[in-house]
């Protein structure tokens, strides 16, 4: 039971993409919302997911995916790549997960999951039960899923499948995660319009801010914004300092300047001599 395809196994190549549901599903065994089984058939066969997204609540008695129910491999490769999922998922028994249901040697990656996933049973964020498969740079948000990504894992490789806050969503950092090393730009994020990435928006710049000026930096961090726009300071303002007018009595000084952030000093005060007696 499924948003799109119930049963994506084929003895060839096969892709789902471009798609996506935003109704409820709701259903007995291996429930998703956009597939119920991603499966390989043969040696040959290949069967993928990709560039899709759930937003409608899914709901099983027995396995249940904000994506897919199951993605098996039994052929040369079974994935889920660069998918999300905002939908609640619910399996009454057993097997929820954010992004697929049971992970049996199949791969998921680059993707998100920020609903909520429950179950009797084993539950995760991004995949109830992982079968020596690999799950790779996935994100869910720990605020709405406080379980872990996967529920059971029996792996061959896990690696950045984390929790993260809601507002490194909101920001934009995970946007710029699910991106790998930005070769190429799949997720993008509007940043302070969009709570989420999508697969429309602007692309997400990482960079380099500092708690102090440009004379003395300080700390740095890392901000995320639709601009590549580093190094970013606190705005710094010359602050002139007057001139002092020199009598008979007393030297002066001329004008100078100085940061008005770290009060360095721009432009030096230079001493003026007396005027002296006429």
């Not at 899914?58 to 199951?70: H, P």
């Not at 791969?107 to 609903?115: D, F, P």
């Not at 994020?189 to 004379?215: L, M, W």
């Amino acid at each position: 039971i499924c948003g799109i395809s119930g049963d994506n196994t084929s003895g060839d190549i096969v892709t789902i993409s471009n798609c996506y549901n935003s109704g409820t599903i709701s259903g007995a065994e291996s429930v998703g919302g956009v597939c119920g089984l991603n499966q390989t058939e043969n040696e040959n066969s290949v069967s993928t997911i990709i560039y899709c997204y759930n937003t409608g609540n899914v709901r099983s008695t027995n396995v249940a995916g904000g994506i897919s129910g199951k993605n098996y491999y039994y052929g040369a490769d079974t994935a889920i790549k660069y998918c999300y999922n905002t939908g609640a998922v619910t399996s009454t028994e057993d097997a929820a997960g954010g992004i697929c249901g049971i992970n049996g040697n199949g791969t998921i990656e680059y993707c998100y999951n920020t609903g909520s996933v429950s179950s009797a049973e084993e539950y995760g964020a991004i995949c109830s039960s992982n079968y020596y498969g690999v799950v790779n740079n996935c994100y869910f948000d720990k605020s709405v899923n406080k379980c872990g990504a996967i529920g059971y894992n029996e792996s061959y490789s896990v690696e950045n499948a984390l929790g993260v806050t809601t507002d490194k969503f909101t920001s934009g950092e995970v946007a710029y995660l699910l991106n790998g090393d930005q070769s190429t730009i799949i997720w993008k994020q509007n940043i302070g319009e969009d709570k989420s990435p999508a697969f429309t928006g602007g692309t997400v710049y990482r960079n380099q801010a500092y708690e102090g000026c440009i004379h003395q930096p300080g700390k740095m961090s890392y901000v995320y914004n639709n601009s590549k726009n580093d190094p970013i300071y606190p705005e710094a303002k010359a602050i002139t300092d007057k001139a002092v007018p020199a009598t008979c009595t007393a030297t002066g000084l001329t004008a100078g300047s100085h940061c008005s952030v770290c009060s360095k000093v721009i432009v030096a005060q230079t001493v003026v001599p007396m005027t002296g007696h006429t």
